[in-house]
């Protein structure tokens, strides 16, 4: 018991003591006070001789405090003590090189490639030394010779970043297609480091390299792998039809004819308005697929795109197109998702809402799944309250919230509730809704939630008859009708009628909005730049920079001024839903790597 019970007071009183040494040791050490943290460092190497972690930090204060005599005696005790590291040379060496003594800093790292030679094991803790001290051509060596003298070894990915920190790219390159050649696993970690060094620029010159290391290198090779490397460069090009040929080529060489790869990067084309590589993807799909659901799921997508394509699409065409679909697929189960697409265009396309509720209506007696049934009362909801049918479609919207509950549709549901109660003036049970979703687990509900629940908020304080914020959800319900003409007038009328009030930065938010949907993108501009001059510091002010920065990079094909509204966000609004947004295309636009 008398020896027990030192042990434990060591053992309760000695461990937070040391962890509380070393806390500090490296806090004053992270902080550049070195003649602090040598104070430590000295007391922990001492009590812990074989920690190597506490002897390095140790060499690394005196080289700081240019105590380099203390340093080499510290090193060649360690030797004599044989408690030393092979790593003890490097450091040794570097030490001799801070002092200006050449021969003795060359002689030092020729011991520890010395024992390399007779251990090649010691090459990835040498390799490794030689990197903290940025000896990278020493490294290299390191690697190298340890993999030389046993094949086994492998520290090709150490060799690849090596290249990449000497701005030897090209060579970087090849290692790491050497490295996918034989681990094609790996291909997720390469190219998150392939991306830190190419840009959307076809021209820059570090993707000028790499499309012609992975041509050659797919000349050579039948593998598919080239292929998906070069789409995927083309891809962060932006140059989706030459990436697409890369997914028909990796597609007719793949057994089984998948063609996952070419769907996604159709809509992948969709979304960014390529509209002639997104056609001749889902044409490819529609040519190529056997699965009748996914033929249709192409056709429609084409469908889209050919009222995308055109600034005045026959719509009495596009309607003959989906009734032969219809012909063709039937009301069932398996091509709900037509129906539902048919419905949409007949109701905000054609204004033809009762016959689109009628086929929706006859889609929900088929036997659906209960998420697919979901699916539908939203997008019958949704084609109630463009027809002002408000109490019918908050039945169907709360039936898919309480029937999914912990789904993200569930959320959307209500979403849909309040925003329906938003249009029908019942802002206090919208209110209700909002304040639950705030919390959602999809960033963007949160986000329409916290906005949308300013809006009533705050323009319920000063008004007590919300008479301003009535006319904002008409003009509001006018927006989501289509009917951007009727919308504007309300606006403008709201404007000049409540000038000063606090819904005039929300209107002019919507004015803005409505405006580059009806192409007057000077309009909108300067409904933006009010926001920005009047309200800068506002809840909307991060809102209206980005409307701005969108609207001069994509539709005004000013860049330099774009970046500028990108610049506000980054710097004046780090908690804004388009921080990482404004953040990404801000340094595309100016020319950096984008991780």
Request: with cysteine; proline share 3%; charged share 25%.
């Given at each position: 018991m008398k020896?027990?019970?030192?042990?434990?007071?060591?053992?309760?009183?000695?461990?937070p003591l040391?962890?509380?040494?070393?806390?500090?040791?490296?806090?004053y050490?992270?902080?550049?006070?070195?003649?602090?943290?040598?104070?430590f460092?000295e007391?922990?190497?001492?009590s812990?001789?074989?920690?190597?972690d506490?002897?390095?930090q140790?060499?690394?204060?005196y080289?700081?405090?240019?105590?380099?005599d203390?340093a080499?005696?510290?090193l060649?005790?360690?030797i004599?003590s044989?408690t030393a590291?092979?790593t003890?040379?490097?450091?040794m060496?570097?030490t001799?090189?801070?002092?200006?003594?050449?021969?003795?800093?060359e002689?030092?790292?020729?011991?520890?490639?010395?024992?390399?030679?007779?251990?090649?094991?010691?090459?990835?803790?040498?390799?490794?030394k030689?990197q903290?001290?940025?000896?990278?051509?020493?490294?290299?060596?390191?690697?190298?010779?340890?993999m030389?003298?046993?094949?086994?070894?492998?520290y090709?990915?150490?060799?690849a970043?090596?290249?990449?920190?000497?701005?030897?790219?090209?060579?970087?390159y090849?290692?790491?297609?050497d490295?996918?050649?034989?681990r094609?696993a790996?291909?997720?970690n390469?190219l998150?480091?392939?991306?830190?060094?190419?840009t959307?620029?076809?021209?820059?010159e570090?993707?000028?390299l790499?499309?012609?290391t992975l041509?050659?290198?797919?000349q050579?090779?039948?593998?598919?792998l080239?292929n998906?490397?070069?789409?995927?460069?083309?891809i962060?090009?932006?140059q989706?039809s030459?990436a697409?040929g890369?997914?028909?080529?990796?597609?007719r060489?793949?057994?089984?004819g998948?063609?996952?790869?070419?769907?996604?990067l159709g809509?992948?084309?969709?979304?960014r308005?390529?509209?002639?590589?997104a056609r001749?993807?889902?044409?490819?799909i529609e040519?190529?697929s056997?699965?009748?659901?996914?033929?249709?799921?192409?056709?429609?997508?084409l469908?889209?795109?050919?009222?995308?394509?055109?600034?005045?699409?026959?719509?009495?065409?596009?309607?003959r197109a989906?009734?032969?679909?219809?012909e063709?697929?039937?009301?069932?189960?398996?091509?709900i998702?037509?129906?539902?697409?048919?419905?949409?265009f007949?109701a905000f396309?054609?204004?033809?809402?009762?016959?689109?509720?009628?086929?929706?209506?006859?889609s929900?007696?088929?036997?659906?799944?209960?998420?697919?049934?979901?699916?539908v009362?939203?997008?019958?909801?949704?084609?109630l309250v463009?027809?002002?049918?408000f109490n019918?479609a908050l039945?169907?919207?709360?039936?898919?919230?309480?029937?999914?509950?912990?789904?993200?549709?569930?959320q959307?549901?209500?979403?849909?509730?309040?925003?329906?109660?938003f249009?029908?003036g019942?802002?206090?049970?919208?209110?209700t809704?909002?304040?639950?979703?705030?919390?959602?687990?999809?960033?963007?509900?949160a986000?329409?939630?916290?906005?949308l629940?300013?809006?009533i908020s705050?323009?319920?304080?000063?008004?007590?008859?919300q008479t301003?914020?009535r006319?904002?959800?008409?003009?509001?319900?006018?927006?989501?009708?289509?009917?951007?003409?009727?919308?504007?007038e309300?606006?403008?009328?709201?404007?000049?009628?409540?000038?000063?009030?606090?819904?005039?930065?929300?209107?002019?938010?919507m004015?803005?909005k409505?405006?580059?949907?009806?192409?007057?993108?000077?309009?909108a501009?300067?409904?933006?730049?009010?926001?920005?001059?009047?309200?800068g510091?506002?809840?909307?002010?991060?809102?209206a920079?980005?409307?701005?920065?969108e609207?001069?990079r994509?539709?005004?094909?000013?860049?330099?001024?774009?970046?500028?509204?990108?610049?506000?966000?980054?710097?004046?609004?780090?908690?804004?839903?388009?921080?990482?947004?404004?953040?990404?295309?801000?340094?595309i636009?100016?020319?950096d790597?984008v991780?």
């Amino acid at each position: 018991m008398k020896i027990l019970f030192p042990i434990l007071i060591f053992l309760f009183f000695g461990i937070p003591l040391m962890g509380q040494q070393d806390f500090l040791a490296q806090q004053y050490y992270n902080d550049g006070d070195f003649d602090k943290a040598v104070v430590f460092y000295e007391k922990l190497v001492e009590s812990n001789p074989r920690r190597l972690d506490f002897a390095d930090q140790l060499v690394r204060c005196y080289q700081q405090l240019e105590q380099y005599d203390k340093a080499i005696a510290f090193l060649e005790g360690r030797i004599r003590s044989g408690t030393a590291h092979p790593t003890v040379y490097i450091d040794m060496g570097y030490t001799y090189d801070l002092m200006g003594i050449p021969d003795k800093r060359e002689e030092a790292y020729q011991k520890a490639k010395d024992l390399l030679e007779s251990n090649p094991d010691y090459g990835y803790v040498l390799g490794f030394k030689f990197q903290q001290y940025t000896l990278l051509d020493n490294a290299l060596w390191a690697y190298k010779r340890s993999m030389e003298l046993n094949p086994e070894l492998d520290y090709n990915t150490q060799i690849a970043r090596i290249y990449g920190e000497q701005g030897e790219v090209g060579k970087m390159y090849e290692a790491y297609m050497d490295l996918l050649s034989e681990r094609e696993a790996i291909k997720p970690n390469v190219l998150r480091v392939l991306q830190s060094f190419v840009t959307s620029d076809p021209q820059n010159e570090n993707n000028l390299l790499l499309r012609k290391t992975l041509l050659t290198r797919a000349q050579k090779d039948p593998n598919p792998l080239w292929n998906e490397l070069l789409s995927w460069l083309f891809i962060e090009q932006g140059q989706l039809s030459s990436a697409l040929g890369q997914e028909k080529a990796i597609y007719r060489r793949s057994e089984g004819g998948n063609l996952d790869r070419i769907i996604s990067l159709g809509r992948l084309a969709e979304d960014r308005s390529d509209l002639e590589a997104a056609r001749d993807a889902f044409e490819f799909i529609e040519s190529e697929s056997g699965d009748p659901l996914t033929q249709l799921n192409a056709k429609l997508h084409l469908i889209d795109i050919s009222l995308l394509e055109d600034d005045s699409p026959n719509l009495d065409r596009t309607r003959r197109a989906y009734e032969s679909l219809l012909e063709q697929y039937g009301y069932d189960a398996a091509s709900i998702q037509l129906q539902i697409s048919y419905a949409n265009f007949l109701a905000f396309r054609m204004d033809q809402a009762d016959e689109a509720i009628e086929i929706l209506k006859k889609s929900l007696e088929q036997p659906l799944s209960e998420y697919t049934e979901g699916y539908v009362k939203l997008n019958l909801g949704d084609i109630l309250v463009y027809t002002r049918r408000f109490n019918e479609a908050l039945i169907l919207f709360t039936q898919v919230q309480k029937g999914l509950k912990n789904d993200v549709m569930a959320q959307q549901a209500r979403f849909k509730v309040a925003q329906t109660s938003f249009y029908k003036g019942d802002f206090d049970w919208a209110l209700t809704q909002l304040k639950v979703l705030r919390n959602s687990t999809s960033q963007l509900i949160a986000n329409d939630a916290m906005q949308l629940s300013l809006i009533i908020s705050d323009n319920s304080i000063e008004d007590s008859t919300q008479t301003a914020l009535r006319k904002y959800a008409r003009a509001d319900l006018l927006s989501y009708q289509k009917k951007q003409p009727e919308a504007l007038e309300v606006l403008e009328e709201l404007l000049i009628s409540h000038k000063g009030e606090r819904i005039e930065d929300e209107a002019l938010l919507m004015q803005g909005k409505l405006l580059e949907e009806t192409n007057d993108f000077s309009g909108a501009r300067l409904s933006y730049l009010k926001i920005t001059e009047f309200f800068g510091t506002d809840i909307l002010a991060d809102d209206a920079h980005f409307a701005l920065a969108e609207l001069y990079r994509i539709k005004l094909d000013e860049p330099e001024k774009a970046m500028e509204h990108y610049r506000e966000i980054i710097f004046r609004f780090q908690d804004s839903y388009y921080f990482p947004q404004a953040r990404k295309e801000f340094r595309i636009l100016r020319g950096d790597p984008v991780n």
